[in-house]
C-alpha cells in the first residue's frame, strides 16, 4: 500500500503539500496585480462548480473527478469560485504593500461587519494574529449561498490564515 | 434547548402552532408539525424507554423511523416510534418499559377495510432516488403511487445543509435542503402523482400480474397499493459499534444529530465527541459547529480521514482535532452520557494501554457507516449478497437497476450506500425502466436511461466511485 499522505492523516495541508499540489504558487508580481484563486482542494472527487462558474476559463479540470488548477495569469480574482465551491477549498490572496489580503468562506454567525477586527485562525484552528475585515459578501449577495469576506492580515501569514473568529465583548448581535 | 438562530436555517418559519403534550403526566411544550422525540429532547428528556431484559435506559438513537430505541407508550398505545410520530394537542405519552401490551380495549384495524389505491408504479420511499424515480415515471407517462413513512419528503435531504458536490446540472454548489424542496415541488406539481406520508410499507406481495404493497398509516390505519411494478428506495441505516455503555441514551447515530439540529431546530447537547472522519461524520462536525455546539474531537480507527479532505480541512481550522488511529473504549455515565474515553489503536487494531484520553462530552455522535435498508427486497424474495463494498447485504440486479424478481427495481442507498447524486440518477433509472415495465413508458426513453447511466460512470470514475464500482460488478445480472 502506498505511503498514506500527510494531508489525509491530519486532515489539513502543509504549505509545502499545497505548493507541490500546485505545482508552485503565483508569483510576488502576481500576487500584487490582483486577487489571485487559490483551490485546497488536493483530492481527485467528483466535483465541477469551481470551473463551471469561472468566467474566464482559468479553472482547467479534464474530468469532473480531476483536481482544480488555476492558471493564475487568466484568473481576474473575481471571487466567483471561493463563493460557489460546495467544499469551502477556494480562497483568494492579494499582497498589498506589506498586508496580504485573504478572501475566505465564512458560513458562522455571526458575520462580521466590514472594519471589525477578528481573530485570524490557521489551517488548524490555532489563533495566529489579528486582522481587519475589508470586504463582506453576504449570503444573499453571494453567488454560492456562502457569505465570503476578505480579512487583511501581516504578509508573512498570507498562506496560513484559512479562517476567522469574530469575537464581540457584550454585543450578541 | 432550542436553536434559534442559524447561519443557515431559518427555524421561524418551520415551527406550527405551539401546543402542549403530556410526558408521565408533566405537560410538555412542543411545536404542531414535530415528532414527539423532538419536542421531548428540546425539553431535556433523554431516556424515552427500558429495555426488556436488564431495564437499560434507553433513548434516541437514528431519529427516522429504523431502529427501536425510541418506543414510547403514546395515549396508552405501545411501541409507537416517537421519531416519526407527530405531536398532537394533549397527547399523553409515557416511557415504554420492555414489552408492553395492547390495551384490552383497543381495536387494531382490520384488512377488509383497507382502501385500496393502483398505478402504473408504485414507489416506495420519498427520498432523493425515490423523488427523482417518481418524477421521471410520471413523466415517462406512468401513474405513480409515492409512499414514505416520514411525516416529510426528501429522505436525508431535509437535514444536509451543505452544498453538494458533482456537476452543475446535478445540483451540485446547492444545497441539500434546497435540492429536497425542488424536488418536492417537481413530484407535487405532477399530477399523476399521488403521495402518501407517514405510511409504511410492511410487506410486498405478488398478486396476479400485479405488486401489492401492504402498508400502515400514522399506526392505525392498514392501505394497500398495487402497482404494474415497484421502486424501492428506503434508503439506509446508521450502523452501530460495540464499546462498554454503547446503549446509554446521548449516544446517538450521526443522522440523528442532524434530525434534531437541522430538521427540528433542537439542541443535540453542550459537547459532542464524534466516533468515525468518513464523510458524514466530517460534515456533521461542521454542521454541530454552526449550530453553536462544541465538537470536542473526532475519532477514526483508520489510520486517514475516509471522507473528501475538504471536508476534513473545514473542521480542523475551526480547530476541532482529528485523531486517526483512535478508537472509542467506552461511554461513562448514570441515566445518560457524562464522559467518552478514548484510546489510540495499534498496528493490529488493539487499544494501546496508557493511551487512554477522557472527554467531557454529553453526546456521542456515531458516524461508523451505514447499511442498506433491504428488509422489504428480503421479504420480497429477491435475491441478496453481502458486499463491503456496497455496505452490506444488497440485492442483485440488472442495468436498468431491476432485481431478481421481474418488475421489483432498487434505487439509492438501498442498492448500495453512496451519495445523494448518484441516487437521484439511479432514481431516474429506475423510474423510467419501471414505467417502461409497467408498458407507461414509449421506447425513446431509453435514451434518457442511457444518458443517466452516462451520467454516473463519469461521476464513479474517481478514485471514491472505484470502489463502489468494484462493488457492483459483483451484484450485476447480466441479462442477454
Known sequence: MSEIPHYLREGYLTVEELTDYLGGLPSEERLRKRPVAIPECPQEIPCTPCKEICPVDAVSMPTPNDKPVVDYEKCVGCSLCVQICPGLAFFMVHYVGDRARITLPHELLPLPERGEEVILLNRVGEEVGRGRVVLVIPREKSKGDTPILTVEVPIELAWDVRAVRVVRGDDNE | MRLNEHPILDFSKRRGREITVYFEGTPIKAYEGETIAMALHAAGIRVLSHSSEKHRPRGLFCAIGKCSSCLVKVNGIPNVRSCITLVEEGMRIEMQR??????????????????????????????????????????AGASVILIDE?????????????????????????????????????????????????????????????????????????????????????????????FENNDLPGIYGAGAIQTLMNTYGVKPGDRVLIVGAGNVGLILAYQLIQAGVEVKAIVEAMPKVGGYFVHAAKV?????????????????????????????????????????????????ALAVGLRPSIELLHQAGCQLLYIRELGGHVVRRDERLETTISGIFVAGDTAGIEEATTAMLEGKIAGIAAALKAGAASPEWLREIEKAQEDLKEFRSGPFGRHVLEGIKKVMVVRE
Do not use: C, Y
Open chain 2, 98 to 139: 420492555g414489552k408492553e401490551e395492547l390495551p384490552k380495549t383497543a381495536k387494531p384495524p382490520e384488512w377488509k377495510d383497507a382502501p385500496k389505491f393502483d398505478a402504473d408504479v408504485v414507489i416506495i420511499g420519498g427520498g432523493p432516488a425515490g423523488l427523482m424515480a417518481a418524477i421521471n415515471a410520471a413523466d
Open chain 2, 150 to 242: 416520514q411525516p416529510m419528503l426528501g429522505g436525508q435531504l431535509v437535514k444536509q445543509t451543505h452544498k453538494f458536490f458533482g456537476k452543475r446540472e446535478q445540483f451540485a454548489g446547492v444545497r441539500g435542503i434546497k435540492i429536497a424542496e425542488i424536488l418536492e415541488e417537481e413530484a407535487r406539481k405532477r399530477r399523476s402523482i399521488k403521495i402518501f406520508l407517514e405510511t409504511s410499507a410492511v410487506g410486498i406481495f405478488q398478486e396476479g400480474d400485479k405488486k401489492l404493497v401492504i402498508a400502515v398509516r400514522k399506526n392505525k390505519e392498514l392501505l394497500e397499493f398495487r402497482g404494474k411494478s415497484i421502486v424501492v428506495a428506503t434508503g439506509a441505516m446508521e450502523k452501530m459499534i460495540p
Open chain 2, 316 to 364: 480542523r481550522r475551526l480547530g476541532v482535532p482529528i485523531l486517526t488511529r483512535h478508537t472509542i473504549l467506552r461511554a461513562e455515565g448514570k441515566e445518560k452520557v457524562e464522559r467518552a474515553v478514548v484510546a489510540k489503536l495499534d498496528e493490529n487494531w488493539r487499544p494501546i494501554p496508557g493511551t487512554e484520553r477522557v472527554f467531557d462530552v454529553d453526546v456521542i
